[in-house]
DNA sequence: CGTTTGCTTGAATTCTGTCAAAGCAGGTGG
DNA sequence: CCACCTGCTTTGACAGAATTCAAGCAAACG
């Protein structure tokens, strides 16, 4: 399926948008191609655009003072990315997004979202939505981090998000749940 | 201040808004009394609405297979508290929300804030806003629990929210910050 | 007052991280 | 087409941070 149409889908999920609207929105987006291990945003950079991963995976991840990488997210296809609180906040980004897998995504700068959901206010509302989603999986999350062992935190994933563990390699899936590949392929063992 | 003056001033942080609209909008929320301990809502209920906090505290937490409970948030004046996900999935809550000190809140019914957004699209953008700015300050404190020992996650709430220290007892600071108080106690000491 | 709630301290234990090393792909270039 | 990297995963031994369990104390509350 090209871009467009997925991004269309993923819109639909939400709100109703019609023919003549999506191709005013569309073009509101740019594609690009990122090459594996390639970076969307550094560190440091300021975060003014919004990702939509049409095919293959981007990774944010932070870094710690002793050099260390945490994987704060993981986007296969359909999934939004961004560095929010850069935007939010117009500061320089502690998170980089690069890409884990080759990957088709398409670009539109924050201000743009702002001008087009004015424009459109369903898509006020598909944002709404969406952000409302994320913030809730979010909030589950930094529980799980925080009340579960583990390797609970593991079967969590193995059970919610089986794709990811097919796909990604575990050094990143360890960061994501917050534990060091070593301790990931321990449990893996146990499991 | 009463409620409703802090609400509108809570809402024109984002956008402005006229008297007229303001006084519709309004009249989509109630207002509702806490004594401290009293439940907002009670795991394995049904969240279908969203709070606005005017005077006191709440705190929202879940509860692990051990029967520890486990602070989601904590939600002082002028912070919005629910569970979204108990909401967005049409499912049990898996956490509950009572009030840290007396409270005066004002509530509205989910179903009421799609209809008022439709209604008043200055409000789908102000929760749109909201929803941002709060996820992505979720997703600092993800990085924070992930990466972060003990002792630097509690600095960081000394340097950016010192007024829940002191006002909040620190067994709900501790399970915030996901330690437990003896933790924090010795590292309190220490610093 | 007596009871509850919150805070602190100590000692033992457990989980997870750290460090070091080795094996095993898969991809690349000669 | 093969040899060699480089990136990923696994294993073992050890160290360290944080929890658990237990106890005591102060302050708040009814």
Redesign the pocket.
């Known amino acids: 399926m090209d871009c467009l149409s997925r991004l269309r889908k993923n819109i639909e999920t939400k709100v109703a948008i019609s023919d003549e609207d999506f191709s005013k929105i569309a073009s509101y987006f740019r594609r690009q191609h990122l090459k594996k291990k390639k970076d969307l945003l550094r560190i440091g950079d300021t975060c003014d655009e919004l990702a939509f991963v049409c095919k293959g995976a981007l990774r944010s991840y932070s870094m710690d003072a ?1 050099g ?1 990488e945490h994987v704060v997210q993981i986007a296969l296809e359909d999934y939004w990315m961004a560095d929010l609180y850069s935007y939010l906040n117009n500061t320089p980004s502690n998170i980089a997004i690069d890409a ?1 897998e080759d990957a088709e995504i398409l670009l539109i700068k924050y201000n743009d979202v702002d001008t087009m959901c004015l424009e459109f206010p369903s898509m006020e509302r598909f944002f709404r939505k969406l952000v409302e989603k994320a913030y809730s999986a979010t909030l589950q999350r930094i529980n799980s981090v925080k009340s ?6 593991y079967k969590n994933l193995l059970k919610n998000q089986p794709e990811l563990l097919q796909r ?7 960061s994501y749940l ?12 146990n499991v």
Chains 1, 2 share one sequence.
Do not use: H
């Open positions: 002793r260390v884990i579960l062992p583990a390797e609970d935190r990604i390699p575990l050094i990143y899936i360890a917050g534990m060091t590949p070593e301790s990931l392929s321990r449990i893996r063992k």
